[in-house]
């Protein structure tokens, strides 16, 4: 009798254990988008993935990594293509290192500001660019998340109005050959740095400057240690939000049509927000002390260009591309 008594309570336990975490089942039964990034979680784009997080909620369970936190700057596309991750925040000069079609999007001076990059990957040119990542990678493009004109930023007080002026300078610059060839094209010494150590290689001299667009010295507080801020606006300052192709393939028409929404909403208010915080971060860093100004825009235009159209990349970019490109 006393067997059966604990069999019955055992079995009423077990039902009610089982109801009280149906509900939960059923939530993890949603596809896992796991997203990872190098910007910190006060990063305007931080906001721009929770937004987007939120909109697909009943169909997917985001999971959002910053900082380099699950991956390291750079290894993100990899991650995607071996199936470790399911999205994340990819850099252009990242896939030219696999597809050297890409470069073209690298080059200095090449987009006029956020509006020209938009309407790009919204043209038959950047679909061209945007197929390739898809068929070659298995990585779907949904958009390009701006975050700012990139400007040089300097710990010495040395005044620097054209290319010439930056000879001998370690300006730090992501690692990778096309981020080394930028910062080598503006006239400097490119230094390859992780992003989290710019602020101590700053601070100990390791590196003389660092290229960023505003937002970001502000974010990772870079001018504390600098004196000043170079507005060479010499690349459009952009990373290309992006999935897993198997996963988007996986999700069927309707859901896909529901992401592609949501990142859209998502990419177009991060642009307006860092459009607003780049006007107001001028005064901002004023006001600490740096020295703020534009340097002869034209001659680094000038000799950016240049150096691009004679080095080996243009061999690898679309025939009548940057026509295409300027055209718009």
């Known amino acids: 009798?006393?067997?059966?008594?604990?069999?019955?309570?055992?079995?009423?336990?077990?039902?009610?254990?089982?109801a009280g975490t149906a509900v939960p089942a059923f939530a993890q039964d949603k596809p896992k988008l796991r997203f990872s990034a190098v910007f910190s979680e006060q990063d305007i784009r931080a906001e721009m993935m929770k937004m987007f997080a939120d909109a697909i909620k009943d169909d997917f369970a985001f999971e959002g990594y910053y900082g380099g936190n699950l991956f390291k700057q750079g290894t993100e596309l990899v991650a995607i293509q071996r199936g470790n991750l399911e999205m994340g925040n990819i850099a252009p000069q990242d896939i030219s290192k696999q597809i050297p079609a890409w470069s073209i999007?690298?080059?200095?001076?090449?987009?006029?500001?956020?509006?020209?990059?938009?309407?790009?990957?919204?043209?038959?040119?950047?679909?061209?660019?945007?197929?390739?990542t898809e068929d070659q990678l298995g990585v779907r493009v949904l958009g390009p998340t701006y975050f700012g004109l990139r400007q040089v930023g300097l710990k010495p007080d040395?005044?620097?109005?054209?290319?010439?002026?930056?000879?001998?300078?370690?300006?730090?610059?992501?690692?990778?050959?096309?981020?080394?060839?930028?910062?080598?094209?503006?006239?400097?010494?490119p230094t390859p740095m992780a992003y989290a150590e710019v602020y101590t290689g700053l601070q100990t001299g390791a590196i003389d400057?660092?290229?960023?667009?505003?937002?970001?010295v502000e974010n990772m507080k870079f001018y504390e240690?600098?004196?000043?801020?170079?507005?060479?606006?010499?690349?459009?300052?952009?990373?290309?939000?992006?999935?897993s192709k198997k996963v988007w393939d996986?999700?069927?028409?309707?859901?896909?049509?529901?992401?592609?929404?949501a990142a859209d909403k998502a990419i177009d208010f991060s642009t307006e927000k860092h459009l607003t915080r780049e006007k107001e971060l001028v005064e901002?860093?004023?006001?600490?002390?740096?020295?703020?100004?534009?340097?002869?825009?034209?001659?680094?235009?000038?000799?950016?260009?240049e150096q691009y159209l004679a080095s080996d990349l243009a061999k690898e970019?679309?025939?009548?591309?940057?026509?295409?490109?300027?055209?718009?």
């Open 1 to 18: 009798m006393k067997a059966e008594m604990n069999r019955r309570m055992f079995m009423i336990a077990a039902g009610a254990f089982a």
């Open 250 to 261: 996986e999700m069927g028409a309707e859901k896909q049509a529901k992401v592609q929404a």
């Open 158 to 189: 040395k005044e620097i109005k054209t290319p010439a002026d930056l000879a001998g300078v370690k300006l730090r610059m992501p690692g990778g050959d096309a981020w080394q060839f930028l910062g080598q094209a503006l006239g400097a010494n």
């Open 225 to 243: 240690v600098m004196s000043q801020i170079v507005l060479t606006s010499h690349l459009v300052g952009f990373d290309l939000l992006s999935i």
């Open 317 to 328: 970019w679309p025939a009548g591309m940057i026509d295409k490109i300027n055209a718009l």
């Open 209 to 216: 400057g660092q290229d960023n667009p505003l937002p970001n």
């Open 105 to 132: 999007v690298t080059v200095g001076y090449l987009f006029r500001d956020a509006a020209h990059l938009k309407a790009f990957f919204a043209s038959d040119a950047g679909a061209e660019l945007k197929k390739m």
């Open 284 to 305: 901002t860093f004023k006001g600490k002390g740096l020295k703020i100004y534009e340097p002869d825009v034209a001659a680094f235009r000038k000799h950016v260009q």
